[in-house]
């Protein structure tokens, strides 16, 4: 619903740049509204590796300032949300053929020593045939490399940035469309279009285009503005097995190509693995894995696994699409910069458009910072940047320690089952007892609508996080849609469209 009819920031885009933008610019006393077409972290910012970190392989292509930039954000997030961003050791087997291992040592002391690095231990050799994740590899990958980066539950990750953002004053708008805008001399007039509703137009006084891969076409084509700097989109893909290993480690793989896969733990029973990088020409709403990226990935993983992995073994894939900066040097996807770029028009005095263009998942927060101080400027507002010293909704946990808090939210709950428990500590960091609602028993949550997932999350998730449909709650809120069957995604449908028609009755009873 839109409360109001003027903002000084309208914010397009659901990702995790929008919203990351939109909670710094709500943060520092702009009224901010941001819509997203359709749910928050729908796309790109849920398809992602679910990685933080510094991008140990773009040092081979010299971009040592991203390199800097992404480690040192990782230290700062490290922070915010230590209850959905853990720390992960990485093992690097050592295949000589593909690099020396000098190469990968100085690659590895950069790493390290590029930028201040308080949380995370050091990079190390490591003898593969004594270490527990030399187990699962190849007999005749005898020595490695360990090192640091953190993984992340992505889409949460965006959520509770909204949440944020929400909660110092800016109104966040799912499954509503920017249908255009028109420049005036003191803002615009923005049109808005909900699902199933007519226009609304509001007057804001600059407008955020983070639109991910539909940037140049909402600046184009929906706006008409000018466009300076170009996109290249990159389609990567991800699939999911059963798991190969059990120990807690994750691996990067070298390939041939001279591309990296990672495998990594995922959801306790399953692998990650991905990705990949093609080129990409079509809606970037209708992308999704094709046969040769599964056979790509199966046979990175081949190359160094024991067990080997067949596409039949594949049980969830997923793809997205990167907007990434274009770069004429760069035939390679791959070599392609994960930099981002601000692009702010006033076009002669007139109200500000500030477009987004590349960026990674690790950087958003930075972005969001920059962004924010140049529309400042614009908006003529003075106030000073925040988000580097605060917590994400739920990620106030004393000196950043998760492992205490979950023993403490064990303790306090005995009375749930280990992994639930260990569930929401992770998800929901301190804000688990807003979910709980003072709950005592299991019963108390109420009917399990799919394996681990009860009445009473779900009924938090629709009126607290703007979950709307079962593939809201089972692949972005939660990740419970690996657990999940058809019986119990269809009985969670129903559940929540009989809540959706008990909602609308309550409020067509309230208009009258």
Same mark, same amino acid.
């Not at 894995?289 to 990175?300: F, T, V, W």
């Not at 969830?316 to 990167?322: D, N, P, Q």
């Not at 969001?368 to 909704?393: C, K, Q, Y």
């Given at each position: 619903?839109?409360?109001?009819?003027? +903002?000084?920031?309208?914010?397009?885009?659901?990702?995790?740049?929008?919203?990351?933008?939109?909670?710094?610019?709500?943060?520092?006393?702009?009224?901010?509204?941001?819509?997203?077409?359709? /749910?928050?972290?729908?796309?790109?910012?849920?398809?992602?590796?679910?990685?933080?970190?510094?991008?140990?392989?773009?040092?081979?292509?010299?971009?040592?300032?991203?390199?800097?930039?992404?480690?040192?954000?990782?230290?700062?997030?490290?922070?915010?949300?230590?209850?959905?961003?853990?720390?992960?050791?990485?093992?690097?087997?050592?295949?000589?053929?593909?690099?020396?291992?000098?190469?990968?040592? &100085?690659?590895?002391?950069?790493?390290?020593?590029?930028?201040?690095?308080?949380?995370?231990?050091?990079?190390?050799?490591?003898?593969?045939?004594?270490?527990?994740?030399?187990?699962?590899?190849?007999?005749?990958?005898?020595?490695?490399?360990? +090192?640091?980066?953190?993984?992340?539950?992505?889409?949460?990750?965006?959520?509770?940035?909204?949440?944020?953002?929400? $909660?110092?004053?800016?109104?966040?708008?799912?499954?509503?469309?920017?249908?255009?805008?028109?420049?005036?001399?003191?803002?615009?007039? &923005?049109?808005?279009?909900?699902?199933?509703?007519?226009?609304?137009?509001?007057?804001?006084?600059?407008?955020?285009?983070?639109?991910?891969?539909?940037?140049?076409?909402?600046?184009?084509?929906?706006?008409?503005?000018?466009?300076?700097?170009?996109?290249?989109?990159?389609?990567?893909?991800?699939?999911?097995?059963?798991?190969?290993?059990?120990?807690?480690?994750?691996?990067?793989?070298?390939? @041939?190509?001279?591309?990296?896969?990672?495998?990594?733990?995922?959801?306790? $029973?399953?692998?990650?693995?991905?990705?990949? /990088?093609?080129? +990409?020409?079509?809606?970037?709403?209708?992308?999704?894995?094709?046969?040769?990226?599964?056979?790509?990935?199966?046979?990175?993983?081949?190359?160094?696994?024991?067990?080997?992995?067949? @596409?039949?073994?594949?049980?969830?894939?997923?793809?997205?699409?990167?907007?990434?900066?274009?770069?004429?040097?760069?035939?390679?996807?791959?070599?392609?910069?994960?930099?981002?770029?601000?692009?702010?028009?006033?076009?002669?005095?007139?109200?500000?458009?500030?477009?987004?263009?590349?960026?990674?998942?690790?950087?958003?927060?930075?972005?969001?910072?920059?962004?924010?101080?140049?529309?400042?400027?614009?908006?003529?507002?003075?106030?000073?940047?925040?988000?580097?010293?605060?917590?994400?909704?739920?990620?106030?946990?004393?000196? &950043?320690?998760?492992?205490?808090?979950?023993?403490?939210?064990?303790?306090?709950?005995?009375?749930?089952?280990?992994?639930?428990?260990?569930?929401?500590?992770?998800?929901?960091?301190?804000?688990?007892?807003?979910?709980?609602?003072?709950?005592?028993?299991?019963?108390?949550?109420?009917?399990?609508?799919?394996?681990?997932?009860?009445?009473? $999350?779900?009924? +938090?998730?629709?009126?607290?996080?703007?979950?709307?449909?079962? /593939?809201?709650?089972?692949?972005?809120?939660?990740?419970?849609?690996?657990?999940?069957?058809?019986?119990?995604?269809?009985?969670?449908?129903?559940?929540?469209?009989?809540?959706?028609?008990?909602?609308?009755?309550?409020?067509?009873?309230?208009?009258?």
């Amino acid at each position: 619903m839109i409360e109001h009819k003027d +903002y000084d920031l309208l914010v397009v885009g659901g990702g995790v740049n929008g919203v990351g933008i939109a909670r710094d610019a709500a943060g520092r006393g702009l009224r901010v509204l941001l819509c997203e077409k359709d /749910d928050l972290a729908a796309h790109t910012s849920s398809a992602s590796t679910k990685l933080i970190h510094g991008g140990l392989r773009y040092l081979e292509y010299y971009e040592f300032g991203l390199v800097r930039k992404a480690l040192k954000e990782r230290e700062v997030l490290l922070r915010a949300a230590p209850h959905i961003i853990r720390p992960l050791r990485f093992v690097m087997p050592h295949m000589p053929n593909l690099r020396p291992a000098w190469m990968i040592r &100085a690659g590895l002391f950069l790493y390290d020593h590029l930028s201040r690095r308080e949380l995370l231990p050091g990079s190390r050799g490591v003898n593969l045939r004594r270490h527990a994740a030399g187990g699962p590899l190849k007999p005749d990958l005898a020595r490695g490399f360990i +090192y640091s980066d953190a993984a992340v539950d992505d889409a949460r990750l965006v959520v509770l940035n909204a949440l944020d953002a929400r $909660e110092r004053g800016a109104t966040i708008l799912t499954r509503t469309r920017f249908a255009g805008a028109q420049r005036q001399a003191d803002g615009w007039l &923005a049109q808005l279009a909900a699902d199933g509703q007519a226009a609304a137009t509001i007057r804001v006084r600059a407008i955020v285009n983070a639109g991910g891969p539909w940037a140049s076409s909402l600046l184009r084509q929906t706006m008409q503005q000018a466009q300076h700097s170009e996109l290249r989109l990159v389609q990567g893909s991800h699939i999911v097995i059963k798991k190969l290993f059990d120990h807690d480690h994750a691996y990067i793989f070298q390939n @041939p190509d001279k591309r990296i896969v990672f495998a990594i733990p995922y959801q306790g $029973e399953f692998t990650l693995i991905g990705t990949t /990088d093609l080129e +990409y020409r079509g809606d970037p709403g209708a992308v999704s894995i094709a046969p040769q990226e599964i056979d790509y990935l199966c046979a990175a993983v081949n190359r160094y696994f024991t067990r080997q992995t067949t @596409p039949a073994d594949v049980v969830w894939s997923y793809s997205g699409v990167r907007p990434l900066l274009a770069d004429e040097d760069a035939d390679n996807p791959s070599a392609v910069t994960r930099d981002y770029q601000l692009e702010l028009d006033t076009a002669d005095g007139q109200a500000p458009l500030l477009s987004v263009f590349g960026g990674k998942l690790t950087t958003f927060r930075r972005l969001a910072e920059e962004a924010v101080d140049l529309l400042g400027r614009a908006l003529g507002s003075d106030s000073p940047s925040w988000t580097a010293i605060a917590a994400l909704p739920g990620g106030d946990l004393h000196a &950043a320690d998760f492992d205490a808090f979950l023993a403490d939210f064990k303790h306090r709950h005995v009375w749930l089952p280990a992994a639930l428990a260990q569930r929401y500590a992770h998800g929901y960091g301190s804000r688990a007892e807003r979910l709980l609602a003072n709950a005592a028993t299991l019963d108390a949550l109420g009917a399990e609508l799919s394996p681990g997932l009860f009445e009473v $999350e779900v009924r +938090y998730l629709v009126e607290q996080e703007w979950a709307v449909s079962a /593939d809201d709650i089972l692949w972005r809120r939660t990740k419970l849609g690996l657990h999940a069957s058809e019986e119990s995604r269809q009985r969670l449908a129903t559940w929540l469209d009989n809540e959706s028609g008990a909602a609308d009755a309550a409020n067509k009873r309230a208009a009258f």
